[in-house]
């Protein structure tokens, strides 16, 4: 039997890159299953949409590297990259030229094994569409209409709630408290099917349960339920990862769609450096 119980793709490369362009088509849809957001994309070289996954906890864009080589690209350079627990060997950077509904994509991605992933979900992950993408854009993300949509300034509501974003080199942090605690520092991570993930030592792991996550490594996680304050809204009982050591420097942990998708729209705006909630969602 296969868990997909957390998909945990935090993917960083040291790279140099600029800012991507965005078009005059302003959204595109997705399709929130198995907890994760599946985009379909275009490209040249297929005729048939290849499919991905929003990821804003990856520090690049991914293409997997089986999908790289049926597409006919020639691999890059060799880089080492560091994922959850592991570290694989990406080729970077590859150039494809992509899109969703006809918004532009990152023209640079890493090609990276994604067999393991994979084998977990129930479609093939052609490849992850990461922070880069985000980089000076306000994205919001729509859970009730499954719309990723592109803002403008003037496109913000007043009734949203609205927490600082960190925008770090890797990726995008926001604050949250968890049992009460003082507030913490999350990864905002699309890419983690699961609620929460916890870097602490305050639960004892003998007291937990235990779950499979499969993303780039398969590990066994602790579980337990806790109490997360996040944009002037408490939760209770949300089922939580553990994990001792941080999973990425100075950060305590993952914050994934399990929490995101009980708003209705959750907006990514890091030009200002904002995160903004819409309202709480009726039925999940």
Not at 75 to 103: D, I
Request: charged share 20%; aromatic share 6%.
């Amino acid at each position: 039997m296969r868990w997909l119980l957390c998909v945990i793709l935090a993917v960083q490369v040291a790279v140099v890159r600029g800012e991507v362009s965005t078009s005059s088509t302003t959204e595109f849809p997705f399709e929130y299953r198995e907890g994760l957001l599946w985009v379909q994309v275009q490209v040249a070289e297929s005729r048939e949409p290849l499919q991905f996954l929003l990821d804003s906890g990856a520090e690049v864009s991914v293409v997997n590297l089986d999908t790289a080589k049926r597409l006919g690209m020639t691999l890059a350079e060799k880089v080492n990259v560091s994922s959850v627990q592991t570290t694989m060997t990406g080729y970077w950077p590859q150039k494809l030229s992509a899109t969703a509904n006809s918004v532009t994509l990152p023209s640079d991605f890493l090609a990276l094994d994604l067999s393991k992933l994979n084998r977990a979900c129930e479609q093939t992950v052609d490849g992850l569409i990461g922070a880069d993408f985000f980089k000076g854009k306000m994205v919001q993300i729509d859970f009730a209409a499954q719309k990723i949509r592109l803002l403008n300034a003037s496109d913000t509501s007043s009734k949203t709630e609205t927490s600082p974003l960190e925008i770090r080199r890797c990726g995008f942090c926001v604050m949250a408290s968890v049992d009460g605690g003082k507030p913490q520092r999350l990864r905002l991570d699309t890419g983690c099917a699961t609620p929460l993930q916890w870097v602490t030592s305050k639960v004892q792991p003998k007291l937990c349960t235990s779950k499979v996550a499969i993303g780039l490594a398969q590990l066994t996680i602790p579980q337990t339920t806790t109490t997360v304050r996040l944009a002037g809204q408490t939760f209770h009982d949300v089922p939580t990862g553990l994990h001792h050591d941080a999973i990425f420097d100075g950060e305590k942990g993952l914050l994934g769609n399990g929490l995101l998708s009980r708003f209705e729209t959750v907006t990514i705006d890091s030009r200002a450096g904002r995160l903004s909630f819409g309202r709480l969602r009726e039925s999940q």
